[in-house]
């Protein structure tokens, strides 16, 4: 991947998802070190959940991006 080009090319959405709060990459840098950014989702799982995923209700969306790797390190 020339991950260069891709940053020219998506420069705006780069720019409004911003770093990663506790790794303080971009999503370039993530792709680069074979992460993702992921959104924090406040939720509610009633035991049914487990069998029927369809029970999940997604309380509220976190407008902060993070890499993958730093919520489960901080998990």
């Known amino acids: 991947m ?3 080009k ?3 090319q998506h420069k ?3 720019d409004s998802i911003g770093n990663c709060p506790l790794s303080v990459v971009n999503t370039i840098e993530a792709l680069e070190e074979q992460d993702c950014m ?3 989702l406040d939720v ?3 035991e049914a959940a487990i069998a029927d995923a ?3 209700v997604i309380k509220d969306v976190f407008p902060t991006y993070m890499t993958a790797e730093s919520f489960l390190q901080s998990a």
């Open 2 to 4: 020339d991950f260069k």
């Open 6 to 8: 891709l940053e020219e």
């Open 12 to 14: 705006e959405i780069i």
């Open 38 to 40: 992921c959104i924090g």
């Open 44 to 46: 509610v799982r009633p």
């Open 54 to 56: 369809s029970r999940l």
